[in-house]
Each structure stands twice: as C-alpha cells, then as structure tokens.
Nanobody, 116 residues
Framework: QVQLVESGGGLVQAGGSLRLSCVASRSIFTINPMGWYRQAPGKQRELVATITTNGRTNYADSVKGRFTISRDNAKNTVNLQMNSLKPEDTAVYYC??????????WGQGTQVTVSS
C-alpha cells in the first residue's frame, strides 16, 4: 500500500510560479516511476511529468522548459517546480506512483489556478 499526499497548489497570476510536493508513505525507491498528472474541467487526465528511481525524466511537450520534476529520496518526496505558468495550466494536479513498477496509486489532487 502507498499513500501519496500532495501540497503546494493555489492561485497564481500568469507568468508566476508554484511548487508542488508529493510525500509518499514509504520509501520512493520502491515506487517507480513517480509523476504528476493533471485534469482540467471537461478534459481527460493527462501526463505532466514523470521521474524514475535513476532520475530519468519525461515531460509533456506543453510544459517542457517551464516545469521541472525532481525527487528527494531522503524525504520520500517528489516535487514539481512550475514556472512561467499559463492560464491553460489550470487544473487539478495529481501525484502518481507505481509500487515496484506495477500497482498504481494516486494522490487526492491539488488545485492549481492560473489567472490571466
């Protein structure tokens, strides 16, 4: 079992920054990969970024160059630094992880709202 708890969402103006954090209930060495997804109203949930235990990252084209995913193994935390935010980044952001690369777990989500 894995519990993922997100924090750091909020309201920001376009061009601003936010940092999301996801704390896992167990060592993130056992959760591979970990990542962030988002779901805007009326749209399907989509990949934002993922990171593997060896640090390999993958980003959606829409966030490349603006968002950075990182992991702090000592704190069992995965972070998403979001810069140059746009109104179209507005969504509920979910932390995701696969325990031993198989069973998938989701956090409860955190709202990010970018005003124009």
């Amino acid at each position: 079992q894995v519990q993922l708890v997100e924090s750091g969402g909020g309201l920001v103006q376009a061009g601003g920054s936010l940092r999301l954090s996801c704390v896992a209930s167990r060592s993130i060495f056992t959760i591979n990969p970990m990542g962030w997804y988002r779901q805007a109203p009326g749209k399907q949930r989509e990949l934002v970024a993922t990171i593997t235990t060896n640090g390999r990252t993958n980003y959606a084209d829409s966030v490349k160059g603006r968002f950075t995913i990182s992991r702090d193994n000592a704190k069992n935390t995965v972070n998403l630094q979001m810069n140059s935010l746009k109104p179209e980044d507005t969504a509920v952001y979910y932390c995701n992880g696969r325990l031993w690369g198989t069973q998938e777990y989701w956090g409860q989500g955190t709202q990010v709202t970018v005003s124009s």
